[in-house]
Nanobody, 125 residues
C-alpha cells in the first residue's frame, strides 16, 4: 500500500505561481514512477508530469502543454514530490492528482496503482 497526500493548491491570478507537494508513505521502495495528472470539469484526466526511476537514473518528463512552465522534482529524504507551477494560465485550472505506480509501463491513468485525494488549482484571468 502507498498513501499519497497532496497539498499546495489554491487560487492564483494568471501569471502567478504555485507549488504542489505530494508526500508518499508505505511501500515506496518499489515505486517505478510518480507524478501528477489533472482533471478539469467535463474533461478527462490528463498527464502533467512524472519522475521515473531507471536504475540509478531519475528521469523527469512533462506534458507539452506545461513544458517550460512546470517543473517536477523530488526530495528523497522527505519522500515528497513537488510540482512547481509558474506562469499559470486559466486553462491550468483543474484538480491535480498525485499518482504512483510500481509497474514498468507507460505512465497513463490505466497503469496507476495509487492516487492521492486531489488538490484544487484555480487560475483567474
Amino acid at each position: 500500500q502507498v498513501q499519497l497526500i497532496e497539498s499546495g493548491g489554491g487560487l492564483v491570478q494568471a501569471g502567478g505561481s504555485l507549488r504542489l507537494s505530494c508526500a508518499a508513505s508505505g511501500r515506496t521502495f518499489s515505486t517505478y514512477a510518480i507524478g501528477w495528472f489533472r482533471q478539469a470539469p467535463g474533461k478527462e484526466r490528463e498527464f502533467v508530469a512524472q519522475i521515473t526511476w531507471l536504475g540509478l537514473h531519475v528521469v523527469p518528463r512533462h506534458a507539452d502543454s506545461v513544458k517550460g512552465r512546470f517543473t517536477i522534482s523530488r526530495d528523497n529524504a522527505k519522500n515528497t514530490v513537488y510540482l512547481q507551477m509558474n506562469n499559470l494560465k486559466p486553462e491550468d485550472t483543474a484538480v491535480y492528482y498525485c499518482a504512483e505506480t510500481s509497474r514498468t509501463l507507460t505512465f497513463t491513468t490505466e497503469n496507476i496503482d495509487y492516487w492521492g485525494q486531489g488538490t484544487q488549482v484555480t487560475v483567474s484571468s
